[in-house]
């Protein structure tokens, strides 16, 4: 299970170190794929085919909203490799969809890795609304 935030900047290449962590539960491969509020997914290769197995499922030439998770999710995923220092390149296209600049955050969260703009991170994790986390445990008998 992926957990903790890591705080890490990209380098002028737009190359991102993988936290040791991570890179021990990811194995030498893993897909980097876009994800949903605009950050990027991680996925080990086990997961990923577990993902697509369940896409596979949906309807998708007779149905617009099965072709519309298809495309967005295996036409914007990527099999990558770890490369001796640690790091992964990341495309300029998923750069681009997930406004990735300097300063990222790369954020377990169980089956998943997120890769997220610092700012978008800070934005979106407002936590001070300790209430609204209440009612959504609730919510889902937590």
């Not at 936290?19 to 021990?24: A, G, H, V």
């Not at 909203?65 to 998923?94: H, M, T, W, Y």
Request: charged fraction near 25%; include cysteine; glycine fraction near 6%.
């Amino acid at each position: 299970m992926f957990m903790s935030e890591y705080y890490h900047s990209l380098d002028t290449k737009g190359r991102l170190i993988i936290p040791q962590k991570f890179r021990e539960q990811l194995g030498n491969e893993f897909i980097l794929s876009r994800g949903l509020d605009h950050c990027l997914y991680i996925y080990t290769q086990e997961e990923w085919e577990k993902f697509i197995e369940k896409l596979s499922t949906l309807p998708e030439l007779s149905n617009a909203n099965g072709r519309k998770l298809n495309r967005f999710f295996i036409a914007g995923s990527i099999q990558c490799e770890v490369d001796k220092q640690g790091r992964v390149l990341i495309p300029a296209s998923l750069r681009e969809f997930a406004s990735l600049e300097k300063e990222v955050v790369l954020a377990g969260v169980g089956k998943r890795i997120e890769v997220w703009n610092k700012n978008a991170w800070e934005d979106y994790n407002n936590f001070d609304d300790v209430e609204g986390i209440a009612s959504s445990l609730e919510a889902f008998n937590i």
